[in-house]
């Protein structure tokens, strides 16, 4: 059934007798509305004309504000006002506007008259509509171009600027098993709790429409039958003719194959942010996968810069809470007072400065996840209110009585090591088995040298885009020197050498000396230590060139030959360059 909207704003006199003549053609499948913005007005003389035409009058007017656009196929508009301005995209209607003066008011003629003028107007308008061929048209162009976007394999999906959805194709409804019916005219964040855009949602903040990324990323959904997926999403501004935006539309694909056949092949993984194809690392990210159907506390320990809060948001992205919100929270940063308010939250009074009532961290990831990093530096008085919540899923906003009930999942990080810190009597047995259900540990970057390539690529694209800069090419010893560093300050410490780099190299390839000054005495004081005659005799110019040869320069190979590991020969190959 295809529906035309007639609408005014104003008198519903012209809708009223534009629906019910279109009406009375009795065309297969096809039904008039009208809407107007004044209700009130006395449609009785332009009934009376209708009917003396022998067509009837529905009583049936809406009004604009209550309707929802895309549910019509077609909407004529007889507004003499500013033209509203519509997204000419798939899933909205064609906009026709009917622009026709009224009838000039002379002495001695009768409202009656001015009705039958106007009906004469609209009647020979509606004609032309029907014979000429133009309604067929008008209503097959909506539909040939939804065909089209039905047949892509990209999930579509489109919003105005009040986050309500008015398209979504069909790729989309394989995607997340979300039919269209479920969706269209509703909130995306009601659809998608968290929003379907995650962390990249423009549209969170109340001040209005934020910056959009500017690149496709990955990000994981749970589908309706609790499928856990891996998306490439693309969000770009949907503008009118005057270029003002008035919504988004984001393009995603379903990418859980091509990582599940990558992961089995031995190439790179890739979820959440985290770059890997070290072994330690993929099993790490498998044990996230193994955690989607469980709710168990997740304990995470690692050096700082490891990427512990990456792996945190890997775990939720992969379990069934994926659609509602991720809340972390540092809770080394703050001072124990500060911290109660802001995991419990607080009450209007209960402290200077509380001006109104706020909610804590536990209430805003209700049906969420809560990420407590650096669980290990909050004081003794702290571990005993946390633990009470940790046992029950209870507590209280600070200077309130009222008992709050969450169900929250509770994944912890820390650089420290907890067992010694409850050896040391500084954090509590009890709470530490609370948090650590399952524990996952993070190797640090020097024990994953064979990331480091991968990671410097990934960065170096990265912040290069950032710029708008031509791709720098890393000198094999520039490389070398970064495989034999030992890295303390880890990945993080890495992203920040990456960005001196754009810093310092204005060249096309970049050399040892764009590199930080504390890598090369770094290096050079780790090749002295395993240099011959010191700590290490195995190696020697003459034994490492052949070895190079006989492996056709494969460093790895290389190693294996001269039994030694391969952080060894890097860093002996960044003190002694082979000819």
Known sequence: ????????????????????????????????????????????????????????????????DTIDLYRYDLVISFSDGEKQVFPDLPGNPVVVYWHFEDPVTEKGVSAKDLSVACMAHIRRRTDNLVLEGCLHALLHARKNVELLMDSLHEG???????????????????????????????????????????????????????????????????????ISKHIEMNVVSMNN???????????????????????????????????????????????????????????????????????AVAIHNEGKRVNKLFVPVNCGALPENLLEAELFGHVKGAFTGAIRDKK???????????????????????????????????????????????????VSASHKDLQKEIAARRFREDLFYRLCVVPLSLPPLRERRNDIPLLVRHFLKQFLAEEERSELILAPETMDILLAYEWPGNIRELQNVIRYLLVRCREKIVKPHHLPPNLHENVTRSIQLTSPGKRRGKLSV??????????????????????????????????????
Do not use: W
Request: hydrophobic letters at 40%.
């Open 241 to 311: 003719f005057l270029g003002k935006p008035i919504g988004v539309v984001a393009s995603f694909r379903d990418v859980t194959r091509e990582n599940e056949l990558a992961t089995r092949l031995g190439e790179i993984e890739q979820i959440s942010g985290v770059i890997t194809q070290d072994h330690a690392m993929l099993e790490i990210l498998q044990t996230t996968r193994d955690l989607a159907d469980s709710n168990v506390p997740v304990f995470i320990q690692g050096e700082s810069g490891t990427g512990k809060e990456l792996i």
């Open 542 to 579: 003459e034994s490492v060139r052949n070895a190079l040869a006989s492996t056709k320069g494969n460093r790895l190979q290389a190693a294996r030959v001269l039994g030694v590991g391969r952080a060894t020969l890097y860093r002996f190959l960044a003190g002694h360059p082979m000819d």
């Open 360 to 410: 804590g961290r536990f209430e805003l990831a209700n049906g969420g996840t809560l990420f407590l990093d650096e669980i290990g530096d909050i004081t003794p008085s702290m571990q005993v209110k946390l633990l009470r919540v940790l046992q029950d899923g209870i507590f209280q906003r600070v200077g309130s009585e009222e008992t709050i009930k969450v169900d929250v999942r509770v």
């Open 1 to 64: 059934m295809n529906t035309i909207l007639f609408c005014n704003n104003g008198s519903p006199e012209k809708p009223v007798m534009a629906a019910a003549y279109l009406n009375s053609m009795h065309l297969p499948d096809l039904k008039a509305i009208a809407a107007a913005t004044h209700l009130e007005e006395d449609l009785k003389q332009a009934r009376e004309v209708m009917m003396e035409q022998g067509i009837s009058c529905s009583d049936e007017v809406l009004h604009p």
């Open 156 to 226: 579509i999906i489109a919003h105005d600027l009040n986050r309500k959805i008015f398209f979504f194709n069909k790729s989309a409804e394989e995607i997340t098993g979300l039919s269209r019916k479920d969706v269209l005219g509703k909130d995306c964040h009601h659809v998608f709790p968290g929003g379907f855009c995650k962390q990249k949602c423009s549209f969170c903040d109340p001040q209005g429409m934020s910056e959009l990324p500017d690149r496709p990323y990955s990000l994981h959904i749970l589908s309706r039958p609790g």
